[in-house]
């Protein structure tokens, strides 16, 4: 029998997040893959989820999931844990992935891998790659305890492959216990975004500190625009507070695989070059020829951000008709 492996889905802004169906692709390329959904979810969620590999999903779409923190989720996972022993139960490296997973961690004194970037079941055991030094090196870490493995995952580490297939519901109680009613949530507050989705973004431009003020960040957007991409920025300018925090990459912030990646003054810190360097392209601006960024692109520019860029600009528009 094919091992069993659990993916916890998560739902973000009434969708369900993108690495969650990462997940379930390699859960179901690895063995036999299941979802737990709970809390409310768009009406083609359990549609969704089988598409792309759940051959089951535990559902509850009780709002305790949406309006308390943590706790009721935990309590829910780890009774069903205790009835149906998967091998493995896997979390996007999120902010509600982490805070169950480690919870879990605890009450099923089980282990757990963070930043996992791939792993393989052997033998009852799981060894999980966990990507260091900006993907410089890899190093394995293996549970080989009893119990339900847990693996928190790097969003882009695998690919979403839609499948023909139908996943069954298995409806689920949500726990009435008031002890999972501690902390509840009292206001939920949207980040504008400024253009598209950074993770489903096929050309993303990224600005560093060689852009010196925050002003010039609009040269990256215009050069975005016409290339129909995304901008994106390095930890440094997101606390400087040029851009928000939501168009960051890199090791604390978001991680992308574009078609092209264009890094504009970005000297190439291991930290940022943790969430891009598995972009397809990369093309890198920058006037220090020794900049770490050139090891890691495929076309390298040596100049000044303020002349290189502008010019690609106009002779886009010329070649667009504008």
């Known amino acids: 029998m094919a091992d069993l492996i659990w993916v916890y889905a998560e739902v973000v802004e009434e969708k369900i997040t993108p690495t969650t169906l990462e997940l379930l692709s390699k859960a179901a390329e690895v063995g036999t893959a299941e979802a737990v959904l709970l809390g409310p979810a768009p009406d083609d969620a359990v549609k969704a989820l089988g598409s792309y590999g759940a051959s089951k999903v535990y559902r509850s779409p009780d709002s305790v999931f949406h309006d308390y923190l943590a706790l009721p989720a935990v309590k829910t996972i780890a009774g069903l844990i205790e009835k149906h022993h998967p091998e493995l139960m896997l979390f996007a490296s999120s902010y509600a992935g982490r805070d169950l997973a480690a919870a879990l961690s605890v009450v099923l004194d089980s282990g757990a891998i963070t930043d996992v970037g791939d792993f393989v079941l052997k033998d009852g055991k799981v060894e999980a790659t966990i990507p260091a030094l900006g993907g410089s090196y890899q190093n394995t870490t293996t549970l080989v305890g009893p119990g339900t493995k847990i693996l928190l995952v790097r969003p882009k580490s695998f690919e979403a492959i839609a499948r023909t297939q139908t996943a069954s519901v298995e409806v689920i109680e949500a726990p009435s216990d008031p002890s999972v009613r501690q902390a509840r949530v009292t206001d939920r507050v949207t980040v504008e975004k400024e253009g598209p989705d950074l993770e489903g973004a096929r050309v993303i431009v990224a600005g560093g500190r060689g852009l010196r003020a925050a002003e010039n960040f609009s040269l990256l ?29 890199g090791q604390t912030g978001k991680t992308v695989k574009p078609d092209l990646y264009i890094a504009c003054g970005i000297s190439g810190a291991v930290q940022h070059l943790s969430g891009m360097k598995g972009s397809k392209t990369i093309i890198a601006i920058n006037k220090d020829p020794e900049a770490p960024i050139f090891q890691v692109a495929d076309l390298g520019v040596v100049g000044d951000v303020f002349k290189v860029v502008p010019q690609l600009i106009e002779e886009l528009k010329k070649r667009k008709g504008l």
């Open 221 to 249: 957007r215009q050069l975005a625009d016409l290339l129909g991409g995304a901008v994106a920025a390095t930890r440094a300018i997101v606390d400087a507070g040029w851009v928000p925090y939501s168009l960051q990459v």
